[in-house]
């Protein structure tokens, strides 16, 4: 399934089977997982690398020998620049990012460079583990960025919310969920997987917050996060795109609160939390899409028409 010009559907074509070059592996593609990210590339919010280009960075997939892989959104890193030198390889000024610079797993096949492809825990199922490759892990990220705090809110329930939820609440954490307002049916599921309170974004928490995660791309959840957080704590922003952000009165920063984003992921992040994963467990709320369907997946995610994650079957 191939997006050939942004702003219109993917395209279902016949292109020649990839060929790996050295360091790479062959992979069938198992399973791929639909991330907001691939829908933002898909409307044109976010600039593809290359066109025509195959979508898709969370994939299971078997290399030749049957070994399992996860793929993730870190495709490439030039390992040499100073982000590379200091362990922070998500910051790469060359990196190259799966199903955005690289054609990813909305395929039959995929090449992927060996040395930034996961080993997969064998407990989890195909289906289970390919949510785990983008929403889990980077949202993993952004919870540990987000500091230790006890009460912590997560704007935005979908594919890493819904994870990281669980994770939080396997930490002994409070977990606050916040839809869109009257989103009701979201709100009882965000409560189904352990959270203390859930509401919508326009309403204010039972407490104050120690730290806010923000997946959702409205701009305007940054400083209705900020408005509830308690003096020190801190705003997350985990997504790749977000629309502007209102101005806010000063106050609403001072004490010591703090707002930052998360960018991509490290291989350490997901050695790290492909080993908490099956240990919590993250259990992933899934609906499978066949490949030929994946034009219908990304519209019922900008929809919501889903809980949890979409994942393609090849
Ligand atoms: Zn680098
Ligand atoms: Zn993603």
Not at 29 to 45: I, M, S
Not at 201 to 222: K, M, R, T, Y
Request: hydrophobic share 40%.
């Amino acid at each position: 399934m191939v997006l050939e010009q942004p702003g219109s559907p993917l395209r279902q074509v016949t292109i020649n089977d990839p060929t790996p070059g050295p360091g790479e592996l062959l992979l069938q593609v198992a399973a791929c997982a639909v991330c907001r990210t691939d829908l933002h590339l898909r409307d044109q919010e976010i600039v593809a690398g290359k066109l025509p280009l195959v979508l898709g960075h969370q994939i299971v997939g078997r290399a030749e020998d049957g070994a399992r892989y996860g793929v993730p959104w870190l495709g490439w890193t030039d390992g040499e620049c100073r982000y590379c030198h200091s362990g922070r390889e998500n910051l790469c000024v060359n990196a190259r990012f799966t199903g955005r610079d690289i054609d990813g797993g909305y395929a039959e096949l995929t090449v992927a460079d060996a040395r930034f492809c996961l080993p997969l825990p064998d407990e989890l199922s195909d289906e289970q583990t390919a949510p785990l490759l983008c929403g889990g892990l980077i949202g993993y990220r952004a919870l540990r960025l987000a500091g230790d705090g006890h009460r912590i809110g997560l704007y935005g329930f979908g594919s890493a919310a819904h994870q990281i939820c669980q994770v939080a609440v396997h930490d002994g954490r409070e977990v606050y969920a916040f839809t869109r307002a009257g989103d009701l049916r979201t709100q009882e599921f965000a409560r189904s997987l352990g959270a203390v309170w859930a509401g919508g974004s326009d309403e204010p928490p039972p407490e104050p917050l120690d730290a806010a995660i923000i997946f959702a791309s409205a701009g305007e959840l940054v400083p209705a996060a900020l408005k509830v957080l308690a003096p020190g704590g801190t705003v997350v922003c985990a997504g790749i795109h977000m629309s502007d952000i209102p101005s806010f009165p000063y106050e609403d920063l001072w004490h010591e609160r703090t707002i930052r984003s998360v960018a991509n992921l490290t291989r350490q992040d997901g050695h790290d939390f492909l080993k908490l994963a099956p240990a919590v467990p993250v259990r992933s709320t899934v609906t499978t899409y066949p490949l030929a369907q994946a034009e219908e997946a990304l519209a019922d995610l900008r929809a919501g028409r889903f809980q949890g994650t979409a994942v393609l079957i090849p």
